[in-house]
């Protein structure tokens, strides 16, 4: 994962993801961040999530709004899903 601000945004973000992960386990996602610049946050929706309809809802409601009630600072928050590789 790529920082430019320090490791405390990190983790508060991560705490963030945290409160809301449960909730996207409880549908087969998950979420990881991929990094952190400045104001702006790269996540991918991991699982269930990555293909959901509802994902960008999820993304903006739930996720964003987790993320800059933790961290004012952040003031974007965009799902960056990689495709898997195949062998």
């Known amino acids: 994962m790529k920082m430019s601000k320090s490791g405390s945004m990190v983790k ?4 963030a ?3 809301i992960r449960p909730y996207l386990e409880a549908d087969g ?4 961040i991929l ?12 699982g269930a999530c990555s293909s959901c309809a509802m994902s960008p809802m999820t993304l903006k409601a739930g996720v964003e ?8 600072e952040i003031k974007t928050v965009v799902a960056i899903n990689q495709e898997e590789q195949l062998p």
């Open 35 to 46: 990094s952190v610049k400045k104001d702006h946050v790269e996540i991918e929706l991991l």
């Open 12 to 15: 508060k973000i991560e705490a």
């Open 29 to 32: 996602g998950d979420i990881r």
């Open 17 to 19: 993801l945290d409160s």
């Open 65 to 72: 709004e987790a993320i800059k009630k933790a961290v004012p």
